[in-house]
């Protein structure tokens, strides 16, 4: 089952977060879990993963903190993102669609961000 964010997150984005070593959810929000595509600019290169501490990992995402694929191909811009209540259902929605073509995960994209924009903000509460 998925959620909105601010249904997840009890309508707080932003006013529960702090920032640690980068940044990372509060004791509050450390129960919901995201699987989120990040893309190097439209159409480009794509990369599916899950968190439980999506602030964090968009940082790191940002800063290059991984040596090798996001670093290498520039995966920068978080393009898709979808609540998960418990951590069981997001791993399986992540595996599920790290086995799709890549043009379903285009087009799950577009439907929700056709103009492929960097949605960190809406789903952190950060500039």
């Not at 959810?25 to 990040?38: E, N, R």
Request: aromatic content about 12%.
């Amino acid at each position: 089952m998925t959620l909105e964010v601010g249904e997840a997150l009890g309508g707080r984005l932003g006013a529960e977060m702090t920032l640690w070593a980068g940044a990372c959810f509060s004791q509050a929000m450390s129960k919901v879990f995201i699987v989120y595509i990040m893309a190097s600019r439209k159409n480009g290169t794509l990369y599916v993963g899950v968190t439980s501490n999506p602030v964090g990992r968009i940082w790191q995402h940002k800063n290059d903190w991984f040596e090798r694929f996001t670093k290498r191909y520039g995966v920068k811009l978080l393009v898709w993102y979808e609540v998960h209540e418990n951590a069981e259902a997001a791993i399986t929605r992540e595996k599920r669609l790290k086995e799709w073509h890549r043009a379903w995960k285009v087009r799950l994209i577009e439907e929700k961000n056709p103009d492929w924009r960097d949605l960190h903000r809406e789903l952190t509460g950060q500039e």
